[in-house]
C-alpha cells in the first residue's frame, strides 16, 4: 500500500465512522431523521423490522465500513456500502434541514458540499485497486488465455488430422 492510500484512506473513513457512532448514541434522533426512508425499507422487507433497528443497522453498517477502509480490508465494497449510506444520509439531510433564514441556508450549502465531497471521495476508493487489476481485468485476460489456447489446439488438431489424412491415402 502506498502512503497516499495508508493516509488517505483512514482520513476518508474517519467522518464516516464519526457519523456512524453519533448516530449510535443519538439513535433516537437518527430515526427521526432518516424517517422518511426507514418507511419504504420497513415496508419492502420480508421480516417485521422497527425503523429503530433499521437505524442502527445503517449507522453499525457505516462504523463497520468506515473502519473495513481504513484498515484497507475489503476496502473496495466497504467504499461502496458507505457511498450507499452517505447517498441516503445526504438526500435526507438536504431536505430536512432548515431554509427559513440566511445562515440556515448556508449551512444546508455548506453541509452538502461536504456530503457530495465525502461521495465522491467514497466513489474514488470503491474502485481503488490499490495498483492491482481488477476482477473484470482479470477474467478478460482468463478469457483471453482460453481463446488463445483453444485455438492453438484447434491448429494442432487440423495438422495432425491432415497429417494423419496424408498417412493414409498415401497422396
Known sequence: MTIVRALA???LASSFILSGLDS???VDRTT???????????AALP????????????AGAQVGAGV???????????????????AVTTFVEYRSSATDT????????????????????????????????GLAWRAGKLIESGR??????????????????HDVTGQ
Open 9 to 11: 484512506r483512514p482520513m
Open 24 to 26: 449510535l448514541r443519538n
Open 32 to 42: 427521526r431523521q432518516l424517517d422518511p426512508v426507514l418507511d419504504r425499507v420497513s
Open 47 to 58: 421480516f417485521d423490522a422497527s425503523e429503530k433497528t433499521l437505524a442502527r443497522a445503517i
Open 68 to 86: 473495513l477502509l481504513a484498515t484497507g480490508k475489503f476496502a473496495r465494497p466497504a467504499a461502496l456500502l458507505l457511498t450507499a449510506t452517505a
Open 102 to 133: 440566511k445562515e440556515a441556508k448556508a449551512h444546508r450549502r455548506s453541509q452538502l458540499a461536504r456530503n457530495i465531497g465525502l461521495l465522491g471521495g467514497a466513489l474514488l476508493a470503491s474502485v481503488d485497486t490499490a495498483g492491482r487489476p
Open 148 to 165: 488463445k489456447g483453444t485455438n492453438r489446439r484447434i491448429k494442432a488438431a487440423d495438422r495432425n488430422a491432415r497429417a494423419l489424412a
